[in-house]
């Protein structure tokens, strides 16, 4: 009997199919966002000028990439170390500038055409495409965007979030997928503001204004992404979370809500949020990451609020499209390919871990209220044999299941082309 045989009788005898928990992770997509390759820092700007935005990207590590070309190779190398179905996601920051399609342009005059070749590189390599306009690291930002007093700076964003959605509805047609659009502004002030409503009313007239832009709502999802404070920003963020939730939940037919792990007081969990939001709202999207004592944007583990999240996904339903999984986090300090990876492994572990559970039994238990058995049984889970059914899931999509296995060809990587930048 091999390993994976063995594990597969042992979750057997609890109620659960591992071949099944396997099948059904292999199609879910989960979208790998191209900021960690370079530091969030794209190709529409000055490649050295500093973060803005509330966001910031910590060390040094050699290698980041520099080119399109750059980023799409160490992509490549991603993809081709992580099991499961990926989605790219982009920032608008990441348009081609060639001399075919014009050149240059600023961000309100983005057209699709400057990121087709994105649609070749996802094309070639079966890959849906999210998408994301950009209001951070530019000069138009004063430093407000969407809620900015001053209304030609509004109106430039504003141009630019209509850009964004006509982009993002290309990019669906093209790649026969849904594009996931997220809109994330840090606008917010440093310290006590004097008032605090004007400028919610304004990004939310702002809103209005792009999502009258056609497009389909099948085909392209605006998601609405909140905070609760940014470096720089800490008195006040203007898309606070009731801000996003009400403007989803008043807006249903247009948009849905983005819930990113980082972007609560730390003692709040998403995880407890998505069965709370899935009970009124059709979809939701999440951006995964881990903060660490603030919104860090530290790579993503196989930590506990990684797995409940994963659970509840699994639990609610979430699996079926309703939730639409991202990951944020950007690490400048490691190969930053090591941090792609194991992130985007992560989750997927996470997602086997919970599609591994015996989720009527423990419902059972519940309702029947032998909470001893529920928690005996739930902690009889986590030593289960996990890591064989993941060798096995990771031998099926032709990965390296074994972590030792696929550091040293990040590191051959790293001595073969990241240090030779
Ligand atoms: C680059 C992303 O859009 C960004 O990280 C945003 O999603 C966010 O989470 C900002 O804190
Ligand atoms: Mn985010």
């Not at 504003?158 to 964004?164: M, N, P, S």
């Not at 999440?286 to 930590?303: A, E, K, N, P």
């Not at 015996?358 to 059972?364: A, D, K, N, Q």
Request: aromatic residues 10%; proline residues 6%.
């Amino acid at each position: 009997m091999t390993q994976y045989e063995a594990a597969k009788k042992r979750y057997a005898e609890r109620g659960v199919d591992a071949d099944a928990a396997i099948n059904t992770l292999k199609s879910v997509p989960v979208s790998l966002h191209c900021w960690q390759g370079d530091d969030v820092r794209g190709f529409d700007g000055d490649p050295n000028a500093p973060l803005t935005g509330g966001i910031q990207t910590t060390g040094n590590y050699p290698g980041r990439a520099r080119t399109p070309e750059e980023l799409m190779a160490d992509i490549d190398e991603v993809l081709r170390l992580c099991p499961g179905t990926k989605k790219l996601n982009l920032h608008a920051s990441y348009a081609i500038f060639t001399e075919e399609n014009g050149g240059w342009v600023d961000r309100d005059k983005l057209e699709p055409k400057h990121f087709a070749p994105w649609v070749k590189f996802c094309k070639e390599r079966g890959l849906g495409c999210d998408f994301n306009p950009t209001y951070f690291s530019h000069p138009k930002c004063d430093p407000l965007t969407l809620s900015s007093p001053n209304p030609e700076t509004r109106k430039f964003w504003v141009e630019h979030g209509k850009a964004c959605i006509r982009i993002s509805q290309y990019l669906a047609e093209e790649l026969g997928q849904p594009c996931i659009m997220n809109i994330w502004t840090g606008d917010g002030l440093k310290d006590i503001p004097a008032d605090r409503m004007t400028p919610r009313m304004l990004y939310k007239e702002s809103l209005d204004e792009i999502l009258s832009e056609p497009y389909d709502f099948n085909l392209v999802k605006p998601c609405v992404e909140s905070k609760v404070f940014g470096i720089g920003v800490e008195a006040y963020t203007v898309g606070s979370a009731e801000f996003a939730l009400s403007y989803a939940a008043m807006n249903k037919d247009k948009c849905i809500p983005l819930l990113d792990n980082g972007h609560y007081h730390p003692t709040e969990v998403v995880s407890d949020k998505i069965p709370a939001m899935l009970t009124f709202f059709p979809e939701i999207a999440l951006h995964i990451t881990r903060g660490v004592r603030w919104d860090s944007d530290h790579v993503v583990l196989f930590d506990d609020e990684t797995k409940e999240i994963a659970k509840e996904i699994v639990r609610c339903g979430g699996l079926s499209g309703r939730v639409k999984i991202a990951l944020d986090y950007f690490d400048a300090s490691i190969n930053r390919i090591g941090a792609w990876v194991t992130g985007f492994r992560n989750v997927q572990k996470a997602l086997l871990f919970a599609l591994l559970q015996p989720t009527e039994e423990l419902t059972r238990l519940q309702n029947e209220q032998d909470f001893t058995s529920l928690m005996i049984r739930a902690e009889e889970l986590k030593t289960m044999p996990f890591g064989d059914v993941w060798a096995e899931y990771c031998k099926e999509q032709n990965v390296p299941a074994d972590d030792m296995a696929w550091l040293s060809e990040i590191k051959k990587y790293e001595n073969e082309v990241l240090l030779k930048r």
